[in-house]
């Protein structure tokens, strides 16, 4: 009798010390979200911020964590003047694939399927509430990936998120944001 109690009881404790443990925000993604709540808010219609690209990547792996994206396992970017991004990100070619068959070239199938990491550098624009990026280089290791498949794997994943994008048209930026830019390992945006 005893020992099922014992066993449920401590099986909750372990659910609460997990649940817990996912529900700890650093102060970068506390500071994410209040971010996201001042603009939300209608009463502050001008909001600027800065934020570091480790606060940016600790909120990244938090939301993934929260809300895990449909062929998109992880991403961490880094921030350089003039509007680049630097990403590392892990995505699912399997899934990619299943989504749109014939997407991943024959001569990349052999090394490009599964949860595998590619390294993209991409020039964004976002002005005027829309946003739109053009990829510069991207690899898979020492494997250069045209631009043009690196366009069409991003297109595929974001139409399958929640809020389905569609890259091949501007993007309106989120929360009323005006703009957004960057600076070594800063992005700046304002509403």
């Known amino acids: 009798m005893i ?18 443990a996912q529900s ?8 994410v979200l209040g971010l996201f709540e001042r603009l939300r808010a209608p009463q502050t219609p001008h909001v600027s911020f800065a934020l570091t690209e480790n606060e940016i ?8 964590r929260l809300t895990p994206r449909p062929g998109l396992e992880s991403i961490t970017v ?9 990403t590392y ?17 024959m001569l990349l199938r052999p090394v490009l399927s599964g949860k595998k990491s590619i390294w993209v550098d991409l020039r964004f624009y976002a002005w005027n509430g829309q946003g739109k990026f ?17 366009e069409k794997v991003i297109e595929i994943v974001a139409a399958r998120q929640p809020e389905r994008y569609d890259t091949t048209k501007p993007v309106p930026l989120p929360f009323g944001l005006r ?6 390992r800063i992005v700046q945006g304002e509403k």
């Open 78 to 86: 880094k921030a350089f003047p003039s509007d680049y991004l630097s």
């Open 89 to 105: 990100t892990v995505i699912d070619f399997d899934a990619v694939e299943r989504w749109k068959p014939g997407t991943i070239p």
């Open 57 to 64: 990547n600790d909120y990244l792996k938090y939301s993934l």
């Open 179 to 184: 703009k957004i830019w960057t600076h070594e």
């Open 134 to 150: 053009s990829i510069e280089k991207a690899y898979f290791g020492q494997i250069r990936l045209p631009a043009i498949f690196v």
């Open 24 to 31: 700890a925000k650093s102060p970068a993604v506390v500071k």
């Open 3 to 20: 020992q099922p109690f014992l066993r449920a009881a401590l099986l909750f404790c372990a659910c609460l010390s997990v649940a817990a």
